[in-house]
C-alpha cells in the first residue's frame, strides 16, 4: 500500500561521494522515523542512520563525519549524503520507514527494495 523506492545508487571510487533519495509513495497518515540500513555480501544488515520525524539524527560509528541524513516532509523523501566513501562501504543500501497507514493502526516498518552502493580503491 505504501511504497518507498530509493535511487541515487552507483559505483565510485574511494573519497568520492553520493547522495541517495528514497521517496515514500501511497495513502499514508504519518511517517515516523526514516532512515538508511545496509548489507554487505555475507553480513548481516546493520543501521546506517536514522532521523525522526523531528530532525534528531543518529549514526553508525563508521559512518559518523562523513555521511549525512536528512528529510524533506513535504515531500515525503528521507535523503542520506555519502562523503569521503570507502570500499568498505560497499553495500546494497535500504530506505526504512516507520509508517503508519491509518490513525487506528499500528505503526508499521517498511522497507524499500536497495540501491547498490559500490566503492572501488
Known amino acids: 500500500q505504501v511504497q518507498l523506492v530509493e535511487s541515487g545508487g552507483g559505483l565510485v571510487q574511494a573519497g568520492g561521494s553520493l547522495r541517495l533519495s528514497c521517496a515514500a509513495s501511497?495513502?499514508?497518515?504519518?511517517?515516523?522515523?526514516m532512515g538508511w540500513y545496509r548489507q554487505a555480501p555475507g553480513k548481516q544488515r546493520e543501521l546506517v542512520a536514522t532521523?525522526?520525524?523531528?530532525?534528531?539524527?543518529n549514526y553508525a560509528d563508521s559512518v559518523k563525519g562523513r555521511f549525512t541524513i536528512s528529510r524533506d516532509n513535504a515531500k515525503n523523501t528521507v535523503y542520506l549524503e555519502m562523503n569521503s566513501l570507502k570500499p568498505e562501504d560497499t553495500a546494497n543500501y535500504y530506505c526504512?520507514?516507520?509508517?503508519?497507514?491509518?490513525?487506528?493502526?499500528?505503526?508499521?516498518?517498511?522497507w524499500g527494495q536497495g540501491t547498490q552502493v559500490t566503492v572501488s580503491s
Open positions: 526504512n520507514a516507520v509508517v503508519v497507514i491509518t490513525t487506528w493502526t499500528f505503526p508499521s516498518s517498511l
Open positions: 532521523i525522526s520525524s523531528s530532525g534528531s539524527t
Open positions: 501511497g495513502i499514508f497518515f504519518r511517517a515516523n522515523t
